[in-house]
């Protein structure tokens, strides 16, 4: 498996693509950090950037990634090898290119930064974190359609349209939802709507170690109480890991199965 | 050494194989031929593991391959379509497959034979159609393996390229080496195969050598053999 990874990641490091989604990490941050002269501001600008793109980039540049593969695949798929490691391989090494370019594109800035300022990096550390983990569940997402979907229109549709109603479409229904039974006690409701789906509790994730709870009325002060314990925490974390192991042990059953 | 047992294939309502059977073992080239369409490419990547059959085993060495890969580093298999990584160059291709694979290669005498050598630095995309097959051709045949796989190898290939072909595969028959091959060239067949496995509507229609073909279709050449075949496809005498 470490010499499909290898190979994908080298390729992936050696496109233009993942060059570039660096250098707009990079500009943001040192822009926003430029703009605000305040990491915590710089932090909350980022924050809607990373919770909306960073899924954005890993779902487009996942099924368009895997789509072009197609060719090394098939390659791969005759020589001595087993399938998981063709999969797996392929799907980390595209993952961790874009993490790399997504974690020093925010990094350098705030190192930079840090040289006449003083950076909180726990915040700065899960900004990062989310990003990363996000990159990893999307693109996971992506792989997965794509594998299933031979058609590579229908199969960009149908992750661009995952995207949609993960980070646009299931924050509008939570809305409605909430404003239809507000005379209901609905904390808890809403704090496991959150939990199923990754933007919404990464975005959560952040904004309470910014202390912003504030904002969020009580509701907010439950989501504090929860999130700010270490069980809380540990929760959030594996809903987390589960958005990702759950999509990436499917790509693993499917691939097993299919005909190429 | 390869062993196809009832095999069953369809690709949702398309039924390709309908209960193949057919066994290859003791050296020497097959030829399996058929019609467009008829599962030649589909049996074949059955073989490799790329296609999984709905009914029916594949055994190789005696041992079944379903979820096994090991074996298929006794096969060197050459695809239908040479599709590879685009931005590779033709080098880091083969040095691709060498790291995968392992083992010592011979790779410079195919290099040499097919007369790759200027084009070694460039990348896959700007290749044209026959050279792409020649790079196909080393990949597939660099390692010293005992079954050799051939989906349409002619594709693309110049007069002279599809001469040094030619030999190269006799070559390899000299060692007593399993050759399965593909092609839609007549002329290849006759000059190459010791042997010829005709597919036709999913079935084994016809296994035997040439001279037997001719004899089976009563004509006295292999394309009109052939033809004869296609358009008596009702007759019922099978012969495997």
Known sequence: MLKILKYSFYDLLRSKWTLIYFLFFLLITQGLLYITGDEAKTIVGLLNVVVILCPLIATVFGTVNFYNSREFTELLLAQPLKRRDIFIGQYLGMTLSLSIGYFLGVLIPFVIHSITYTVDYSVLSILLFVGVFLTFIFSALSFLISLITDNKIKGFGLSILTWLLLALVYDGMQLFLLSMLDNYPLEKISLVMTFLNPIDLSRVMLMLKLDMSALLGYTGAVFNKFFGSSFGYAISLSALLIWTVIPVYFINRISMKKDF | ?240
């Not at chain 2, 200027?118 to 051709?137: A, R």
Request: net charge neutral; glycine share 10%.
């Open chain 2, 1 to 240: 050494m390869i062993q196809f047992q009832n095999i069953y294939k369809s690709f949702g309502k398309l039924e390709v194989l309908k209960g193949v059977s057919a066994g290859v073992d003791g050296g020497g080239i097959t030829a399996i031929l058929g019609p467009n369409g008829s599962g030649k490419t589909t049996l074949i990547k059955m073989l490799l593991g790329m296609v999984y059959p709905d009914k029916g085993e594949i055994m190789f060495n005696g041992k079944p391959i379903k979820k096994e890969w090991q074996y298929k580093n006794d096969i060197s298999y050459l695809p239908q379509i040479a599709r590879f990584p685009e931005n590779l160059t033709v080098t880091e291709l083969i040095n691709l497959i060498k790291d995968i694979r392992g083992g010592t290669p011979n790779e410079q005498r195919l290099i040499d034979l097919f007369d790759l050598d200027s084009h070694l630095g460039k990348k896959i995309k700007h290749l044209s159609g026959g050279t792409k097959q020649k790079v196909n051709i080393v990949l597939a045949m660099m390692y010293d393996n005992p079954v050799i796989v051939l989906d349409e190898p002619s594709t693309g290939l110049d007069p002279i390229a599809l001469v040094r072909l030619k030999d190269l595969v006799l070559e390899e028959r000299a060692k007593g080496k399993n050759i399965l091959i593909t092609t839609h060239i007549m002329s290849l067949v006759e000059d190459l195969s010791d042997e010829i496995l005709f597919l036709l509507e999913g079935k084994v229609y016809f296994r035997g050598t040439i001279p037997e073909l001719k004899d089976f279709a009563g004509e006295d050449n292999l394309e009109k053999s052939i033809a004869h075949l296609l358009e008596h496809k009702h007759a019922e005498n099978i012969k495997v």
